[in-house]
């Protein structure tokens, strides 16, 4: 596709349980970008990948939060023993790698609510 | 922590011009001032970026002041479609995307 996809669009899931993220960034981008948003709030980072590592994971929350992206394309967020306070929008962006003023772009996000 | 401030939010008549200003006075000479908005229930959209000319697209224009301490981001002539909350943004290559809390901007009819 030509955006940033992500899957699934919405997410219930109970106290506890273990979920998955998905996102496809745009093809050829190298960088990609996991970031969460609460209602009313600016999206708040979480982490940065460059390729397959994570360049910055500063912005993830606690041990709860883990994300990867073997192959350099397709990143998955995952947390456990999902909390109440968990419930938010995910979004995913990604970039071009290797330019000095790019711009990054962003999906739709993954509406994830907590019961 | 955002490195920027703008109001919290403001209202312009639709089919003018919406001018909204944003502060980074601790700007660094290799950051770049990005603009993006969000329309309720959508992720992020890119607007415009610069470095210290200024630039125009077929969405906007961003003004940037000599000494690159604040910018106003221009739409022309503001649609309902504009009512958006708009985030400016300061960033470096490799650095992530810091979002505050942004400016609400409300098109009245």
């Known amino acids: 596709g030509a955006g940033v996809s992500q899957t699934p669009s919405n997410k219930v899931t109970e106290k506890g349980k273990y979920v998955e993220l998905r996102c496809d960034p745009i093809?050829?981008?190298?960088?990609l970008y996991w970031y969460r948003q609460s209602l009313g709030q600016g999206p708040e980072f979480l982490i940065y990948?460059?390729?397959?590592?994570?360049?910055?994971d500063s912005g993830l929350p606690n041990d709860r939060f883990f994300a990867v992206r073997p192959e350099g394309s397709v990143s998955t967020l995952k947390i456990q023993r999902t909390e109440r306070g968990d419930s938010a929008v995910y979004l995913c962006?990604?970039?071009?790698?290797?330019?000095?003023?790019?711009?990054?772009?962003f999906g739709q996000g993954t509406r994830l609510t907590v019961v | 922590d955002a490195k920027t401030t703008q109001p919290p939010s403001m209202d312009c008549a639709e089919g003018r011009a919406a001018n909204l200003p944003c502060n980074h006075s601790?700007?660094?000479?290799?950051?770049?001032v990005y603009w993006y908005r969000q329309i309720h229930s959508q992720g992020p959209q890119y607007i415009i970026h610069g470095l210290k000319n200024n630039e125009t697209n077929e969405m906007a224009s961003l003004i940037i002041t000599e000494d690159r301490k604040s910018s106003t981001l221009i739409l022309p002539h503001a649609t309902l479609r504009d009512t958006a909350v708009y985030y400016c943004?300061?960033?470096?290559?490799?650095?992530?995307?810091?979002f505050g809390p942004g400016t609400r901007l409300s098109v009245l009819p």
């Open positions: 990948f460059q390729g397959t590592g994570a360049a910055d």
């Open positions: 093809s050829g981008h190298t960088a």
């Open positions: 601790t700007i660094s000479g290799n950051e770049y």
């Open positions: 962006a990604s970039s071009l790698r290797g330019q000095m003023n790019t711009e990054a772009f």
């Open positions: 943004i300061v960033r470096a290559y490799g650095q992530n995307f810091v």
